[in-house]
């Protein structure tokens, strides 16, 4: 088989909230005939983002052609899990055209293209690029996530913490693989916002890598895809925080799922979620809601002291209005605090 045969991946990694799975669904909507097959992996026990994608409407994408990997980082378990759901999309007929991996918010890229030099996947797939997505507010704020500012303020006023933040080391790692950088939210940044963004990303930056900027996920496919980079015989030579470890971990990180009853009033939901992120340490909060009297599944994401809300799609015949809402934070944040803030 030769190297024009394999089908090119596109990995689409960046943190906790940056857009990813907005800017996975903007590719699936534009797809133009193309067969595109995702592979999403999540930290936490419920495929929030699978269900998004799922969710998105379009024809040409339906449930076969998403493989979720839930409850484990995609890194950390490319054997097992990885391996598995490749060969099963490589399995289908017709032959998918493009394959769109999200990673988790926690994931390092770099393992994971490294698993594409193995004799067993080298010779059916290449990584056509590594995009990373990145949260420009709150990168213009100097945090590579929103709420980190307990944190800081904690490791600022003790010496005796270590200077690196791990959020910190996952988001440079991130992005010292990337091959193509997504600015997202561009629509709430300022000329002042870019610029404090972008520097930031250059910082992190070991080469030159270009930036593109996006609002809801909106970048031309010409851009995303077809990079041809065969990111896997490079990988190695990009250097990381974790290269001379032989494992890692993510003890830092910790999630929570919350059932919810069916609800009233969406903005109330949206209230509580709100001031649930503003608990110390929550990184992120996703889920879905049932709404009394209304035939469509509500869909609430909040990333810091921002909070969106919609329907969706409409409730499945026979599936269970049954609410969920994901809360993912660093270790030891104050679960009853959340608890009480959205539940009461």
Same mark, same amino acid.
């Given at each position: 088989m030769t190297s024009l045969a394999r089908v090119p991946c596109t990995i689409v990694t960046? !943190? &906790?909230?940056?857009?990813?799975?907005?800017?996975?669904?903007?590719? $699936?909507?534009?797809?133009?005939?193309?067969? &595109?097959?995702?592979?999403?992996?999540? !930290?936490?026990?419920?495929?929030?983002?699978?269900?998004?994608?799922?969710g998105c409407g379009i024809e040409s994408c339906d449930e076969t052609s998403i493989v979720e990997l839930a409850n484990g980082c995609l890194c950390c378990t490319v054997a097992d899990d990885f391996v598995p759901a490749l060969d099963q999309i490589l399995a289908?007929? #017709?032959?998918?055209?493009?394959?769109?991996?999200?990673?988790?918010?926690?994931?390092? #890229?770099? #393992?994971?293209?490294?698993?594409?030099?193995?004799?067993?996947?080298?010779g059916r797939v290449t990584v056509d690029g590594v995009i990373a997505v990145v949260d420009g507010p709150a990168l213009a704020e100097?945090?590579?996530?929103?709420?980190?500012?307990?944190?800081?303020?904690?490791?600022?006023?003790?010496?005796? $913490?270590?200077?690196?933040? #791990?959020?910190?080391?996952? !988001?440079?790692?991130?992005?010292?693989?990337?091959? &193509?950088?997504?600015?997202?939210?561009?629509? $709430?940044?300022?000329?002042?916002?870019?610029?404090?963004?972008?520097?930031?990303?250059?910082?992190?930056?070991?080469?030159?890598?270009?930036l593109v900027r996006a609002s809801g996920g909106r970048v031309d496919l010409a851009v995303l895809l077809g990079l041809g980079v065969g990111a896997e015989d490079v990988i190695d030579a990009r250097r990381t925080h974790h290269d001379d470890e032989e494992d890692h971990d993510h003890d830092e990180f910790e999630s929570i799922v919350l059932a919810l009853p069916e609800i009233a009033d969406?903005?109330?939901?949206?209230?509580?979620?709100?001031?649930?992120?503003?608990?110390?340490?929550?990184?992120?909060?996703k889920g879905f809601a049932a709404v009394e009297g209304k035939p469509l599944r509500l869909l609430v994401q909040g990333v810091g002291p921002r909070v969106s809300h919609h329907f969706d799609r409409a409730w499945n015949a026979g599936e269970a209005r049954r609410g969920a809402l994901v809360v993912i934070g660093l270790k030891g944040f104050d679960r009853a605090a959340v608890e009480q803030a959205i539940l009461g």
């Amino acid at each position: 088989m030769t190297s024009l045969a394999r089908v090119p991946c596109t990995i689409v990694t960046g !943190f &906790l909230g940056a857009g990813k799975t907005t800017l996975i669904r903007h590719v $699936l909507e534009n797809a133009g005939g193309k067969r &595109l097959a995702v592979i999403v992996n999540e !930290f936490g026990d419920v495929g929030i983002d699978g269900e998004i994608l799922k969710g998105c409407g379009i024809e040409s994408c339906d449930e076969t052609s998403i493989v979720e990997l839930a409850n484990g980082c995609l890194c950390c378990t490319v054997a097992d899990d990885f391996v598995p759901a490749l060969d099963q999309i490589l399995a289908r007929a #017709p032959r998918v055209d493009h394959i769109l991996i999200e990673t988790s918010g926690l994931a390092l #890229p770099k #393992p994971l293209v490294q698993a594409f030099q193995w004799p067993a996947i080298k010779g059916r797939v290449t990584v056509d690029g590594v995009i990373a997505v990145v949260d420009g507010p709150a990168l213009a704020e100097g945090r590579v996530a929103p709420d980190l500012a307990a944190l800081d303020a904690q490791r600022a006023g003790d010496e005796s $913490l270590d200077h690196d933040d #791990p959020v910190e080391e996952v !988001f440079e790692d991130q992005i010292a693989c990337a091959d &193509l950088v997504v600015l997202s939210k561009s629509d $709430l940044l300022d000329a002042a916002g870019f610029a404090a963004a972008e520097k930031a990303v250059a910082g992190a930056l070991p080469r030159a890598v270009k930036l593109v900027r996006a609002s809801g996920g909106r970048v031309d496919l010409a851009v995303l895809l077809g990079l041809g980079v065969g990111a896997e015989d490079v990988i190695d030579a990009r250097r990381t925080h974790h290269d001379d470890e032989e494992d890692h971990d993510h003890d830092e990180f910790e999630s929570i799922v919350l059932a919810l009853p069916e609800i009233a009033d969406p903005a109330a939901l949206a209230a509580r979620v709100v001031k649930a992120a503003e608990t110390p340490d929550v990184l992120r909060v996703k889920g879905f809601a049932a709404v009394e009297g209304k035939p469509l599944r509500l869909l609430v994401q909040g990333v810091g002291p921002r909070v969106s809300h919609h329907f969706d799609r409409a409730w499945n015949a026979g599936e269970a209005r049954r609410g969920a809402l994901v809360v993912i934070g660093l270790k030891g944040f104050d679960r009853a605090a959340v608890e009480q803030a959205i539940l009461g």
